[in-house]
Structures are given as structure tokens and as C-alpha cells.
């Protein structure tokens, strides 16, 4: 019995080794199984608190005032057709005789009687000032333009005299006029500046420049 004893070590031991040297190689590992499906989504969080209102910031300088505008000088560009223009009398200078012209009329509340009036012709693409006289290179005719005004309105005059002395008192094709209405005390001012009131360009520039608007 004993005998028997002392041999069971020895086959447990033996069998042990014989169990251990009969294990196989690792297989080659197994496909990657398919993803699983997304989780549900979370709840949305609470909304935080709303932060303190900033302070206000430094209120900034004051612009400088800019100048007045001058509401004493306005302007109106009129087109006349060769069918606005009307036989008138024109009253001689020192005399009691008058002599024929066409004359248009234009009504205008801002002409009054302490304004004064500079009215233009355009010729081209320029603007001539008025009175004005041309002979006529064609036929050596005389045309002449001028203008005058009273309080609430202004007329323009036109005629053209041939050799002859035959007498027309229309132009042939529309012409464009402009005038311009200035405060008297306004006007004085530009021709101490030494503005040309006959050069358009210079009446203009004046005004722009000395807080009118054209």
C-alpha cells in the first residue's frame, strides 16, 4: 500500500506533462465583428445663467458744427422751344420808344425785390452770361440775348436782325437757359471777393464754397 502510494505523485506528475505537450498552436484570430448601433443622444443640458451687463462706455467729443447753409441763393434751368417765345416791346434806354423782341416770361415767387438776378445761355456744353451778341458767320446776321427781371419774375429776349434789317424774333432750335437768384447783400459780398458774376464757373464755386448749394 504504501508502494502504491509513492507511485500516484509520479503518475499524477507524468500525466500532467502528458496533458501539457499535447495543447495545439493559438488559432489565427477571428473577423472584427460588426459596430453596434448609436446610443441614443443625451438630454440637452440646462442653459447657464446670463452674465452681467458691461458698463457703458465713455460718451465721444462733439463734432464740430458745420457751416450754415445759405438759403438766399437758388437757381432754376429752364428749356425754351422756338414756340414759347413771344413778340414783346423792349423800352428803350432814356428814350420813350421801344423796339420789337421775342421775350419768354418766367414766373418765380424767390425773385424778390431785394434779390438780384444773373441769368446764363448755354452754348455747347458751357454757359454764357447774359447780355450777349453774335454775328453769324453764314450770312454776317446779328443775334442778340438779354434778360431783365422784376419782383416774381424773369423775361429773357432774343432777336437776330439780317443785312437786310429783317427782323427775327425766334431762335431756330430750343435753347437752354439758367438764372441764378441771390440775397443782394450776398451778391455784394461775391463782387468784394472779386468774383467774375459774368463767368458762371466763379459764380458757382463762390457760392458752393461760402454755404450755398446749386
Not at 11 to 16: K, T
Not at 99 to 112: E, F, M, Q, R
Not at 160 to 168: C, P
Amino acid at each position: 500500500m504504501n508502494k502504491a502510494f509513492k507511485l500516484l505523485p509520479a503518475f499524477l506528475l507524468s500525466a500532467a506533462v502528458s496533458l501539457t505537450s499535447c495543447e495545439g498552436p493559438v488559432g489565427p484570430q477571428g473577423d472584427q465583428g460588426s459596430q453596434g448601433a448609436q446610443g441614443p443622444q443625451g438630454g440637452q443640458g440646462s442653459t447657464g445663467t446670463v452674465g452681467a451687463q458691461g458698463t457703458a462706455g465713455a460718451q465721444g467729443t462733439a463734432g464740430t458744427n458745420g457751416s450754415d447753409g445759405n438759403a438766399n441763393v437758388t437757381s432754376k434751368e429752364v428749356s425754351v422751344s422756338p414756340a414759347d417765345w413771344q413778340q414783346v416791346q423792349i423800352a428803350g434806354i432814356g428814350t420813350n420808344t421801344s423796339s420789337t423782341w421775342g421775350g419768354v416770361l418766367v414766373s418765380d415767387a424767390n425773385i424778390a425785390a431785394d434779390k438780384t438776378v444773373q441769368a446764363f445761355v448755354k452754348l455747347g456744353s458751357k454757359w454764357q452770361a447774359l447780355p450777349i451778341e453774335f454775328v453769324k458767320d453764314g450770312d454776317g446776321s446779328k443775334e442778340y440775348m438779354s434778360f431783365g427781371y422784376q419782383t416774381g419774375s424773369v423775361q429773357f429776349n432774343y432777336r437776330q436782325v439780317a443785312l437786310d434789317g429783317t427782323r427775327t424774333f425766334a431762335p431756330i432750335n430750343s435753347v437752354d437757359v439758367k438764372y441764378i437768384t441771390i440775397q443782394q447783400t450776398f451778391g455784394q459780398a461775391m463782387q468784394n471777393a472779386g468774383v467774375n458774376m459774368r463767368n458762371y464757373n466763379e459764380v458757382v464755386d463762390y457760392i458752393n464754397t461760402h454755404g450755398g448749394q446749386l
